[in-house]
C-alpha cells in the first residue's frame, strides 16, 4: 500500500473511530487501535501511541464545543484528573517494560479482555433509569464545590447535580488512566463510570466531562510512549485528522440523542473488535 | 431545580473562563492539524512511491526528539521535523488547557481547586520531563 492510500484510510478509520467515540465519552481510540492492528498490521505500542494522539484530537473537539455549550463540569473534570493522571503515567509506563520484555502480544490479549469486559457494563448502565434527582454530597465534594447545573435539551429543563462519593470515585478513575495508558484507549468508560455511578452525575454531564478530561489523560501517556519512540505521526496524524472530524460530527448530535441510543450504538463494535483482538494475540487470526 | 433538598450549586465560572478554555482547545488543536497535515501532504509529495510499511518500521518522531536536531530540522524544512512539531503541539493543547484552568481558578478565589490543578500540571510535567526519559 503507498502513503497516499495508506493515509486516506487511516482518515476514514479515525471519522468512524472519532463519531463512536465522542458519542459514548469512550474516546474514538477504543475503535481505532484494534483496527490499526487487525486490518493494518501495525504492532500494538505503535497502534497505542496512535491511539493516544487520537484521543487528544477527540478530547480537544468535542471538549471544545462541550466547555463552548457548558455541558463539561470543570471543576469535577480537574478534580479526576488528579487520579487519572498518576494512572496513565504508570500505565505507560508499565506497556514500555512489557514490550521490552517481549510480552506485546499478552498486551494485545489484555487489551481484547478489556474490550470485552465493557460490553456488559455497557448494556446494563443502559437500563439503568434516567437521572432525575441531585445526589447528598460528601464532605470532599462540598470542599471542592464539585456541583453544577446544565440544561437538558430533550427534557428541556435545567437539572442540578452534586458529586457523591467522591473516593472510590477517585479509585476508579485512577484505574481508567491506568488503561489509558497501558492500552492507549481513553479509559473514558472509567471516567463515564465513575461519573454516573459513584458521584451520581447525570450521563449526558459524565459523558461531556469525561470527554474533556480524557486529553489531559491521554498527554500524560502520550509523553512517556513518544519519548519511548512508540508514537510514530504517520500513523497518528491521518489517524488524528479523522478522529477530529469524526469527533465535531458526534459532539453535534449527542445533544439530541437519547441515552440509551448511545449505548446501543458501541456495544456490537466492542465485542466484535475485542474478540478479533484476543485471536490475534493468540496468533490465531 | 429538580431537587429542593440539594445545595445549590457554588458560584460557577464566568462564561469568559469557558469561552477562553474552549478557544484554547480549539487554536491548538487547529494549529497542530495542520502541521500534522501539510507534514504528511509533503512527505506523500516527496516520497509518492513510498511504502506503508517502510514508514511504519521506521518511526520518523525518534530522530527529532533531541532538540537541536528538530531545530535544525526546521531550518531545513524537513517534512519529518514538521511532522514531530505537529505531534509535540498536540501533546501541548491538554497541558495548556490545564495552565489555563489553573490561572482561571486562582484569579477567581478558588485557592483550592487551583492548588489542586497545579498538583496535575506537576504530574504531566514529571511524567514529559522525567518519567518519559527514565523508561527509554
Redesign the interface.
Known amino acids: 500500500?503507498?502513503?497516499?492510500?495508506?493515509?486516506l484510510l487511516l482518515v476514514l478509520t479515525g471519522v468512524f473511530a472519532g463519531l463512536v467515540g465522542s458519542l459514548t465519552g469512550l474516546g474514538g481510540a477504543v475503535v481505532a487501535i484494534p483496527v490499526l492492528v487487525i486490518v493494518?498490521?501495525?504492532?500494538f505500542p505503535?497502534a497505542a501511541g496512535a491511539g493516544l494522539?487520537t484521543i487528544?484530537?477527540t478530547?480537544?473537539?468535542t471538549?471544545?464545543?462541550y466547555?463552548?455549550d457548558?455541558l463539561s463540569d470543570?471543576?469535577i473534570g480537574?478534580?479526576l484528573?488528579?487520579a487519572t493522571?498518576?494512572g496513565?503515567?504508570a500505565g505507560?509506563?508499565a506497556t514500555?517494560?512489557l514490550v521490552h520484555a517481549q510480552l506485546a502480544d499478552a498486551l494485545l490479549i489484555a487489551l481484547g479482555l478489556v474490550l470485552l469486559a465493557l460490553v456488559p457494563g455497557t448494556i446494563a448502565r443502559g437500563r439503568e433509569p434516567a437521572y432525575?434527582?441531585?445526589a447528598?454530597?460528601d464532605d470532599v465534594s462540598?470542599?471542592?464545590?464539585l456541583?453544577?447545573?446544565y440544561y437538558d435539551g430533550r427534557r428541556q429543563?435545567?437539572?442540578?447535580y452534586?458529586a457523591a462519593r467522591t473516593r472510590p470515585a477517585l479509585g476508579v478513575a485512577f484505574v481508567g488512566g491506568l488503561v489509558a495508558g497501558m492500552f492507549g484507549i481513553g479509559g473514558g468508560v472509567f471516567k463515564v463510570l465513575a461519573m454516573e455511578h459513584y458521584l451520581r452525575l447525570p450521563m449526558k454531564v459524565a459523558t461531556a466531562t469525561s470527554n474533556f478530561m480524557i486529553?489531559?489523560t491521554?498527554?500524560?501517556g502520550?509523553?512517556?510512549l513518544?519519548?519511548?519512540?512508540?508514537?510514530?505521526?504517520?500513523?497518528?496524524?491521518?489517524l488524528?485528522?479523522g478522529t477530529?472530524l469524526g469527533a465535531v460530527v458526534g459532539s453535534r448530535v449527542l445533544p439530541r440523542l437519547r441515552n440509551r441510543t448511545v449505548r446501543w450504538l458501541f456495544v456490537p463494535v466492542l465485542a466484535v473488535l475485542g474478540v478479533e483482538v484476543i485471536l490475534r494475540g493468540l496468533g490465531l487470526a | 431545580?429538580?431537587?429542593a433538598t440539594?445545595?445549590?450549586?457554588?458560584g460557577?465560572?464566568p462564561p469568559s473562563?469557558?469561552?477562553l478554555?474552549?478557544?484554547t482547545?480549539?487554536v491548538?488543536?487547529v494549529l497542530?492539524?495542520v502541521l500534522?497535515?501539510s507534514?504528511?501532504a509533503a512527505?506523500?509529495v516527496r516520497?509518492?512511491?513510498?511504502?506503508?510499511?517502510s514508514?511504519?518500521a521506521a518511526?520518523?518522531?525518534?530522530r527529532y526528539?533531541d532538540l537541536r536536531v528538530l531545530g535544525s530540522g526546521l531550518a531545513a524544512r524537513a517534512p519529518e521535523a514538521y511532522?514531530?512539531l505537529?505531534?509535540f503541539a498536540?501533546?501541548?493543547?491538554?497541558?495548556v488547557?490545564?495552565v489555563t484552568?489553573m490561572y482561571a481558578?486562582f484569579v477567581h478565589g478558588?485557592r483550592?481547586?487551583g492548588l489542586?490543578?497545579t498538583?496535575?500540571l506537576a504530574?504531566?510535567l514529571?511524567?514529559?520531563l522525567v518519567?518519559?526519559?527514565l523508561?527509554?
Not at chain 2, 6 to 10: D, H, I, N, T
Not at chain 2, 47 to 53: I, K, L, M, V
Not at chain 2, 59 to 62: A, F, G, I, K, R
Open positions: 500500500m503507498d502513503l497516499l492510500e495508506f493515509a493494518f498490521g501495525v504492532p505503535e494522539l487528544l484530537a478530547s480537544s473537539t471538549g471544545a464545543a466547555v463552548r457548558h470543570l471543576r480537574m478534580f484528573e488528579i493522571v498518576p496513565a503515567l505507560a509506563t514500555v517494560f432525575t434527582t441531585a447528598e454530597p462540598r470542599r471542592f464545590g456541583s453544577g447545573a429543563e435545567r437539572l442540578t452534586n486529553g489531559v491521554g498527554a500524560a502520550a509523553s512517556v513518544m519519548v519511548a519512540g512508540y508514537v510514530n505521526p504517520v500513523i497518528g496524524a491521518p488524528a485528522l477530529a | 431545580m429538580n431537587d440539594a445545595p445549590p450549586p457554588p460557577d465560572l473562563v469557558y469561552r478554555m474552549s478557544g482547545l480549539r491548538g488543536l497542530a492539524l500534522l497535515v507534514s504528511i512527505l506523500i516520497s509518492p512511491d513510498s511504502s506503508s510499511g514508514w511504519i518511526n520518523p518522531l525518534v526528539l511532522l514531530t505537529g505531534v498536540l501533546v501541548a493543547v491538554p497541558v488547557r490545564v484552568g481558578f478558588e483550592r481547586m489542586l490543578t498538583g496535575v504530574l504531566l514529571f511524567g514529559l518519567l518519559g526519559p523508561v527509554r
